[in-house]
C-alpha cells in the first residue's frame, strides 16, 4: 500500500528568495535598471492590456537580446546567483525527514510566474518534483523565441489540481478535467500547504485552504500585506521568511504535519472498520 503523500508548493519570488529571479544575473547585463525593466513592464501591461507575465517575457526578450544570448542554458546559469531566503538549502531534507517519521512522503513543488530556466539553475532546482513557471520556446538555433507557458496568479490554480490528481504533465488536459472523486486523487487537498508571499499568490492560497488545507504568506521586513491576507481569511499563518532549524516557520509546518498524520492514521482505522463491516 501506497504511502500518504504531502505536498509543499511554493512561489518562488520573495517567497523562497528575496528579490525577483531577473533582479540578479539577467539585470547585471542590461542598460537598465531593475526599477526601470519593471515600470517598463508595467507601462506596457496597461498600454497594451497586456497579461503582466507576458510583458516581462517580452522585455527579456527585448532588452536582452544586445547583451546575452537567450539560450535556454544561458538562463540556467543566471539561476546560480540568485539568492536564497536563510534556512532554504536545508529546508527540504528537513522537512522530508519529518514526514518520514510518520511514514508519509514529501513533495515539493514550484507554482511560479518566475521564469522556469532560471529557477532550473538554481541550487534548490533538483528539490522539487516538478517547477511549474513561465517558460519560453526554443528555435532551431537554440534561442528563445516566444512564450510556451506563462503563469499568471490566476493560472497558477490549474496547478493545485494537477498536483492533487497526480496529472503533473502540462500538455495533458483531457485527464485534468476528467472527473475522479476525491478520495480517489493522488494527493488531496487537506495534505497541502501553499506558500506565498502577497496578493498574486491569493487565488492558490484561498483554494488550498477552502479544501481543507493549509496556506502560509511569508514576509521579510514589513508585515503588513501579510496581516491583511490573514484578516481576510486568505492565509492561515504570516510567518517570517527564515527557514532556519528551530524557527516559527519550520515550527508551524512541523505541526500541520503532525495534524496531517494524524487525520491519515484515522481515515486508515475508518478504511479498515468499513472493510470489517461489509465481511
Not at 510567518?239 to 500541520?256: C, F, H, N, P, Q
Request: charged share 30%.
Amino acid at each position: 500500500m501506497s504511502r500518504p503523500i504531502v505536498a509543499l508548493m511554493y512561489d518562488f519570488d520573495k517567497t523562497l528568495s528575496p528579490r525577483n529571479m531577473q533582479d540578479y544575473g539577467f539585470m547585471e547585463g542590461l542598460d537598465v535598471s531593475s526599477d526601470q525593466f519593471w515600470a517598463e513592464c508595467t507601462r506596457m501591461t496597461k498600454e497594451h492590456r497586456m497579461d503582466s507575465i507576458l510583458a516581462y517575457m517580452y522585455q527579456m526578450l527585448d532588452q536582452g537580446q544586445s547583451q546575452f544570448l537567450l539560450k535556454r542554458e544561458n538562463f540556467q546559469r543566471l539561476g546560480s546567483s540568485v539568492k536564497l531566503f536563510p534556512g532554504v538549502r536545508t529546508w527540504f531534507s528537513r522537512i522530508n525527514d519529518y514526514c518520514g517519521k510518520y511514514g508519509l512522503e514529501c513533495e515539493h513543488y514550484i507554482i511560479s510566474s518566475g521564469l522556469k530556466e532560471i529557477i532550473e539553475g538554481t541550487e534548490i532546482a533538483d528539490e522539487f518534483r516538478e517547477i511549474y513557471a513561465a517558460e519560453f520556446m526554443y528555435g532551431e538555433n537554440g534561442l528563445a523565441r516566444w512564450p510556451a507557458m506563462a503563469v499568471n496568479y490566476t493560472s497558477k490554480t490549474q496547478f493545485l489540481y494537477r498536483i492533487n490528481k497526480g496529472v503533473l504533465d502540462v500538455t495533458e488536459q483531457a485527464e485534468l478535467n476528467r472527473f475522479v472523486p476525491d478520495d480517489d486523487r493522488r494527493i488531496p487537498f487537506r495534505n497541502m500547504i501553499y506558500f506565498g508571499d502577497g496578493d498574486t499568490d491569493v487565488p492558490c492560497m484561498k483554494l488550498t485552504r477552502v479544501n481543507g488545507g493549509h496556506s502560509i504568506v511569508v514576509y521579510q521586513d514589513d508585515r503588513a500585506v501579510a496581516e491583511r491576507l490573514i484578516a481576510e481569511k486568505r492565509a492561515d499563518f504570516a510567518l517570517k521568511a527564515d527557514y532556519s532549524k528551530g524557527r516559527a516557520l519550520e515550527k508551524t509546518v512541523m505541526a500541520i504535519i503532525d495534524q496531517i498524520a494524524a487525520t491519515e492514521r484515522l481515515k486508515a482505522m475508518e478504511d479498515r472498520a468499513q472493510t470489517q463491516d461489509r465481511t
